[in-house]
T-cell receptor, first 115, second 111 residues
């Protein structure tokens, strides 16, 4: 079965440092998402990306965050200056065409720890 | 603020019993409703989707939707210990839109 691949699985960084989380969505998918889940809390939407631009973003996705699809396969989330409260599991997800969310696939996640 | 509410549990049921998980949502514009299962430290895994009022069955799982009451539920028949996980309710307006998740209900199926 096709899968969304995320790297690294764990990332430890110092407060104020930049991090880039990487995702390889499923090849024929057109919608890409980042969600995050702080330990013990709900899964929260960050941003969606379609046709090489952001289609929707949440209040969490402020100027410290950016997304990019640099080479047609990778989909990255950059946090410019990490804060302690950015510590969370970050999930990438992708979806094909304009199908229903029945085909929304989540990656296995990157656990980000900001010290 | 668009809210999705779930009882956090834990909900404990004996093996073989029916587990009933409930969810309410605040956004009347919601069109799509999903149940995800999440094991500790893992990503959400889609179990069921439902879009119309009524029941939808898939194997041991039945999703129920009542848009007038803004209520969606998941029944798990013949519960197994492997069903022990956190069950997340998620809603959105349409495909391509953000999913709004509840905090999840922890289910424990005891042998």
């Amino acid at each position: 079965e096709p899968e969304v691949t995320q790297t690294p699985s764990h990332q430890v960084t110092q407060m104020g440092q930049e991090v880039i989380l990487r995702c390889v969505p499923i090849s024929n998918h057109l919608y890409f998402y980042w969600y995050r889940q702080i330990l013990g809390q709900k899964v929260e939407f960050l941003v969606s990306f379609y046709n090489n631009e952001i289609s929707e973003k949440s209040e969490i996705f402020d100027d410290q965050f950016s997304v990019e699809r640099p080479d047609g396969s990778n989909f990255t989330l950059k946090i410019r200056s990490t804060k302690l409260e950015d510590s969370a599991m970050y999930f990438c997800a992708s979806e094909d065409t304009l199908a229903t969310n029945e085909k929304l696939f989540f990656g296995s996640g990157t656990q980000l720890s900001v010290l | 603020q668009k809210e999705v509410e779930q009882n956090s549990g834990p909900l404990s049921v004996p093996e073989g019993a029916i587990a009933s998980l409930n969810c309410t949502y605040s956004d009347r514009g919601s069109q799509s409703f999903f149940w995800y299962r999440q094991y500790s430290g893992k990503s959400p895994e889609l179990i069921m989707s439902i879009y119309s009022n009524g029941d939808k069955e898939d194997g041991r799982f039945t999703a129920q939707l009542n848009k007038a009451s803004q209520y969606v539920s998941l029944l798990i028949r013949d519960s197994q210990p492997s069903d022990s996980a956190t069950y997340l309710c998620a809603v959105n307006q349409n495909s391509g839109y953000a999913l709004n998740f509840g905090k999840g209900t922890s289910l424990l199926v005891t042998p």
